[in-house]
C-alpha cells in the first residue's frame, strides 16, 4: 500500500516587493522560501490549488521534481503572472474578450489582498496579478470555484470579498476569507475522532507520543475552513480551544477538548458517543425544521493496526444509506484520481464499504467515516504528520464533500 504525499513541502514563504515591468510584459511572481512551511499549503494560500497545472507550472519554473524538496532562503517562482495594469479594464489589458474570466480575476486580487498577501489592490497599485491557471489551463479537470452571486455587466463582482475571523483555526489561520456561496444553505457536522480523556490511537516515535485525536483534529479543522470559505456552514463537534491549525510534525497530546467547546468529554466510551451524537441530531433537527434539505456528518479517525501493516485512506458509510454509499464513493474517487496524480505508478488500495459503528448508525446526517492511516506503521505516519499532508488530505476530502 502507499502513503499520500511525501513530506517535501516544509518552508515558510515571504513574498517580495515587485515592480511591474514597462511595456506589460509578465513575469511570475516570486517568493524566498523559509522554515516552516510548504508547496502545497503555498498553493493553497495562494489560491492555486485546485488546478493541477498550477503545480506542474510550479515544478517547471523551478526546475523541481515531485519529490525535490525547497531550500530555505532560496527564490522560488509562483504560478501567478504579474501584468502592468492599464487603469481601464482587465480585458483590455490582458488582450481577452471573456467577461467571466476578468471577473474571476478580479476576484482573485480581492481575495489575495483580504488575505495580506499584497499591498494595495490592482487599481491603486496598478499591478495586476494573474493565476496561471485562468490564461492556461482551459478544460482544467478542477475547475475554479464560480462565483454564484448576481454580477453586473462591469468585471467587478456586485459581492465584495468578505472575511471573518474564526479563533478555533488559531492566530495563523483564524481569518476566514469568504471565496463563494457554492455551498450556501448546506451544513457540515465535522467530527474528530476520540479526545478529551481519550487520545485514541498511539505510537511512540523516539520519546514522542504520536495520538490519533490531534492528527484528526487538526485535518478536521483544515477542512472545516474549506468548506466554511465557500459558504457552508460548518459545525466543529470536537473543539480544542488552544491548539488551532497547527503545522508542526509532531503535535503535543492533551486532553482538554470539549464536545461543541463547551462539554466535558466523558471517560465511558458510550457516554462520549452519545453526548456528540446528542448535540448533532438536535442541530439537525432544528435545520430540516427551518428546511435545510442537506446536512453532512464526517467523522475523521486515525487507524491501529499492526506496525507491518500499511493501509490507504479508507471510507465507511451505514449499509442503509444510499446517500452515505454514494458520499463515500464520491470522496474515494478524488482520492485515486490524486495518487494517479501525485504518485503515478502507485496504485491506490483504499476502500468503500459497510461497518456497524454508533458513529454511523445513530447520527441523523448522511454520515462518512474516514481512516486516514495505520498510526502503528511509519510509513503511514508519514502521511498525517507533514502539515502540508494534513493540507492535502483536507482539500482532497473537500472536493470529495462536494463532488456531485
Not at 498577501?117 to 497599485?125: A, F, G, P, Q
Not at 491506490?348 to 454520515?367: A, F, H, I
Amino acid at each position: 500500500m502507499h502513503h499520500l504525499l511525501t513530506p517535501i513541502f516544509s518552508l515558510f514563504l515571504l513574498p517580495l516587493t515587485l515592480t511591474a515591468l514597462p511595456g506589460n510584459s509578465p513575469y511570475f511572481y516570486t517568493i524566498t522560501a523559509k522554515s516552516g512551511d510548504g508547496i502545497s499549503i503555498l498553493l493553497n494560500r495562494y489560491e492555486l490549488d485546485e488546478y493541477d497545472c498550477n503545480l506542474d507550472k510550479f515544478l517547471e519554473l523551478n526546475h523541481l521534481k515531485k519529490n525535490d524538496q525547497l531550500l530555505a532562503g532560496k527564490e522560488y517562482q509562483l504560478p501567478v503572472m504579474i501584468y502592468d495594469y492599464n487603469g481601464q479594464s482587465i480585458r483590455s489589458t490582458l488582450g481577452i474578450s471573456d467577461m467571466e474570466t476578468a471577473k474571476r480575476i478580479a476576484n482573485y486580487n480581492r481575495i489575495i489582498l483580504n488575505r495580506n498577501l499584497r499591498k494595495s489592490d490592482y487599481e491603486t497599485s496598478k499591478i495586476l496579478w494573474v493565476p496561471y491557471h485562468e490564461l492556461n489551463c482551459p478544460g482544467n479537470i478542477n475547475p475554479p470555484i464560480a462565483i454564484t452571486d448576481n454580477i453586473d455587466k462591469s468585471e467587478k463582482s456586485t459581492t465584495p470579498v468578505t472575511s471573518e475571523t474564526v479563533s478555533i483555526f488559531g492566530k495563523e489561520y483564524g481569518v476566514i476569507t469568504h471565496k463563494s456561496d457554492r455551498l450556501k444553505g448546506k451544513v457540515y457536522y465535522i467530527s474528530s475522532g476520540h479526545g478529551g480523556p481519550d487520545p485514541g490511537a498511539m505510537a511512540k516515535m523516539g520519546s514522542h507520543n504520536i495520538c490519533e485525536d490531534e492528527y484528526a483534529y487538526d485535518v478536521s479543522l483544515r477542512l472545516a475552513k474549506n468548506l466554511m470559505e465557500n459558504g457552508a456552514k460548518v459545525h466543529i463537534v470536537i473543539q480544542d480551544e488552544n491548539d488551532g491549525i497547527r503545522n508542526d510534525d509532531i503535535l503535543v497530546c492533551d486532553h482538554d477538548e470539549k464536545t461543541m467547546g463547551t462539554q466535558t468529554i466523558p471517560i465511558n466510551q458510550l457516554a462520549r458517543l452519545k453526548q456528540r451524537t446528542d448535540a448533532i441530531n438536535e442541530l439537525y433537527t432544528k435545520y430540516a425544521k427551518a428546511g435545510v434539505k442537506e446536512q453532512i456528518l464526517v467523522c475523521i479517525h486515525v487507524d491501529s493496526r499492526s506496525e507491518h501493516q500499511r493501509q490507504d485512506v479508507f471510507f465507511y458509510h451505514f449499509e442503509n444509506s444510499k446517500s452515505g454509499k454514494k458520499l463515500a464513493e464520491n470522496v474515494q474517487e478524488v482520492f485515486a484520481q490524486k495518487y494517479a496524480r501525485y504518485r503515478p505508478g502507485s496504485e491506490y488500495e483504499g476502500s468503500v464499504s459497510t461497518r456497524n459503528l454508533y458513529m454511523l448508525r445513530v447520527p441523523y446526517p448522511t454520515t462518512l467515516y474516514v481512516e486516514l492511516a495505520n498510526i502503528k506503521n511509519e510509513a503511514d505516519r508519514k502521511r498525517i504528520l507533514p502539515s502540508s499532508n494534513r493540507q492535502a488530505i483536507a482539500n482532497w476530502l473537500y472536493e470529495g464533500l462536494i463532488k456531485s
